[in-house]
């Protein structure tokens, strides 16, 4: 298997554009989490889904981001429109089994850079 | 809710020696996992270790252990035989079977092993 694919590696953007970030999750894992790593906040959950439902969006910062899993296997994390506080590693993961010893495989991350 | 506690910002280790990273915990549900990821400058999310609340013996794998104290809500990660290799970001996480079913995850320790 491939592993959690994320696109693009590195984004650069303009302050006001809009942003999306992609997965892929493991072929047959049916949740999936997107987290956001920064200095100040350190890795921190935005949302997960289970079965292409989204089950817990606390996380998500404001309005302004938003998620999608139409299918299983692919997800969207939109940034509209990006300010430069949201200048972070985003990362997508994907488990078959949380909680247990299934693991939760990371994407390499995206490099997020509002400028 | 969950809470993952890492007291240790830094740690210097000399090469082949071993070194203890510590975490500490808090749940409230009783079926839970513990795992220790490892971040290299590269960036990406390194799974090193997994721990069972239910898991009647200490995790290991390789040079990795886990030294899991229930009652004290810890599970230290100790490294053996340190190389320069191991120069990274651990991070501690917890995930239940519960409600909560995301990684919830510490601050991190930064490593850095001496030659």
């Known amino acids: 298997d491939a592993g959690v694919i994320q696109s693009p590696r590195h984004e650069v953007t303009e302050m006001g554009q809009e942003v999306t970030l992609r997965c892929k999750p493991i072929?047959?894992?049916?949740?999936l989490f997107w987290y956001r790593q920064t200095m100040m906040r350190g890795l921190e959950l935005l949302i997960y889904?289970?079965?292409?439902?989204?089950?817990?969006d606390s996380g998500m910062p404001e309005d302004r981001f938003s998620a999608k899993m139409p299918n299983a296997s692919f997800s969207t994390l939109k940034i509209q429109p990006s300010e430069p506080r949201d200048s972070a590693v985003y990362f997508c993961?994907?488990?078959?089994?949380?909680?247990?010893?299934?693991?939760?495989?990371f994407g390499s991350g995206t490099r997020l850079t509002v400028v | 809710a969950q809470k993952i506690t890492q007291t240790q910002p830094g740690m210097f280790v000399q090469e082949k020696e071993a070194v203890t990273l510590d975490c500490t915990y808090d749940?409230?549900?009783?079926?839970?996992?513990l795992f220790w990821y490892k971040q290299p400058s590269s960036g990406e999310m390194i799974f090193l270790i997994y721990?069972?609340?239910?898991?009647?013996q200490n995790a290991t794998e390789g040079r990795y252990s886990l030294n899991f104290q229930k009652a004290r809500k810890s599970a230290n990660l100790v490294i053996s035989a340190s190389q320069l290799g191991d120069s990274a970001m651990y991070f501690c996480?917890?995930?239940?079977?519960?409600?909560?079913?995301?990684?919830?995850f510490g601050s991190g320790t930064q490593l850095t092993v001496l030659p």
């Open positions: 889904f289970n079965n292409n439902v989204p089950i817990d």
């Open positions: 749940t409230s549900d009783p079926s839970y996992g």
């Open positions: 993961a994907s488990s078959s089994r949380p909680g247990g010893n299934y693991g939760y495989t």
């Open positions: 721990q069972g609340s239910y898991d009647q």
């Open positions: 996480a917890l995930s239940s079977s519960g409600s909560a079913r995301q990684l919830t």
């Open positions: 072929s047959g894992h049916d949740y």
